[in-house]
């Protein structure tokens, strides 16, 4: 038998666990995966609140009511009938909440090969491509479980850091961090601390503060409640991890014409209320990873990408050994309560969720 975990795409907070019939073989050009573990974060809450515009139902589609989320994961190659493509590989990348998955390969090179499912073919092909272990230059063994947890994440903080550099800090020396506890945040706050130039203040709840400001990575840390004690007249960049449209709201009014750039990247309290329309200073604009990554790519070549993400994601893990909790479950009953304590905020920002579907 085969199990997968579905949300409701209306409320995210309501899962199931579905119990289907074996795998099926795979057609020729096909490849069956049995999913060996994956990382549950508030990152893939993200991905629901977005999945309609941005389009991660599509992923891994269901129907109109219920949905499989897309978490980053490993899996081994169960049966393959793609002739590039051997059973036993093990690979790294996007997958449902499942035990199995069955792509069409396609796109195949010594790295790495793509689901070129017609349903998937119009979405990212960052998001479609299967890393070879063997061939990843950033796997490690020992280092799976923060791989799952941290790299998809970080890729997105990397970009988000590189975007603001690449644009010249939109004239501001300053960057404001929201949800700053949360591990997206969190990278972005240590790339920015590494590159220098610019001070970063963290926005958080009162019981996060001594946490965020143990991290070393953020010059100030601040309780969203006191955000009028910062000086109004800095230019600043805003990066919303939140979602919240109060905290929105309240940094924009308070700061005005000097929020010179507001960057929509993660959504940890989506159950706020929506931001306004027509607050001051530059309008909230959803930060779109794939773009930044295709412009860097064709600038720097492939090649030269990876070196610099290389690099910046060995500094990176290494930080995380001071403070992140690898916590690791298995079997559906775990997978649906850990997806519910995530949705609902009831995760501490130190742990980090590595589950599987199997119960052994």
Known sequence: MRSEFQVRRADWRHGRVVTKPAAPEPAPGQVLFRVDRFAVTANNVTYALT??????????????????????GFADVLASRHDGVRPGERVFGFFPM??????????????????????RADTAPVYRQYLRTAADPLHDPAREDQLLLLRGLF???????????????????????????????IALAFRRSRRGGSQVIGLTSSRNVAFVEGLGCYDRVVPYGDIATLPADTPIVFVDHSGDGEVVNGLHRHYGDNVKHSAVVGATHWEGRRPARDLPGAPPSFFFAPAQLEKRTAEWGAAGLQQRLGDAWRAFVAST????????????????????????????????????????
């Open 51 to 72: 999945g309609d515009m941005l389009g991660y139902w599509r992923f891994f589609p269901v129907d109109d009511e219920w949905g499989r989320v897309p978490v980053m």
């Open 155 to 185: 890729l997105t903080s990397f970009l988000v850091d590189d975007f603001i550099a690449d644009q010249g800090g939109f004239g501001a020396d300053t960057v404001v961090v929201s949800s700053a506890s949360s591990k997206t945040a």
């Open 321 to 360: 050994d001071a403070w992140l909790e690898v916590v690791r479950d298995r079997g559906p009953a775990a997978v649906e309560r850990v997806w519910g304590e995530v949705v609902t905020g009831r995760t501490h920002p130190h742990q980090g969720h590595v589950l599987s579907m199997w119960e052994a």
């Open 98 to 119: 499942a035990t199995h998955l069955v792509i069409d390969a396609g796109d195949v090179t010594a790295a790495q090969f793509a689901d070129v499912t017609p349903h």
